[in-house]
C-alpha cells in the first residue's frame, strides 16, 4: 500500500494534468505553484490527517478517489486564501 506522501504526489500530478483554459505561461506558473503548495509538509500532513489509513473493505481505487477527493478540497482551500 503507497503512503500518504506517495499518493499525494500522484494525485497532484493528475490534478496539474487536468486540462485548463489559461495560456500556456499562466498554466505553467499555476502549475509549479500547484506542486509546491501539494508537496508541502503542511499540505501532506493535513492530507495524512485527513484520510488516515483505508477504511476497513474500501478498495484501493476507493482510497486513492477519497484521497484525491480530499487533497482536491485542501488545495481549494489553500489557493482561495
Not at 12 to 26: K, M, T, Y
Amino acid at each position: 500500500m503507497p503512503s500518504s506522501t506517495e499518493l499525494a504526489k500522484k494525485i497532484s500530478g493528475s490534478l496539474i494534468s487536468a486540462p485548463i483554459n489559461i495560456s500556456h505561461s499562466q498554466s505553467e506558473k499555476f502549475a509549479t505553484q500547484l506542486t509546491k503548495i501539494s508537496h508541502s509538509e503542511d499540505v501532506l500532513t493535513e492530507l495524512s490527517n485527513a484520510i488516515g489509513k483505508p477504511k476497513e473493505m474500501e478498495s484501493e481505487d476507493e482510497f486513492v478517489e477519497r484521497a484525491k477527493s480530499t487533497l482536491a478540497n485542501i488545495l481549494r482551500t489553500k489557493l482561495i486564501k
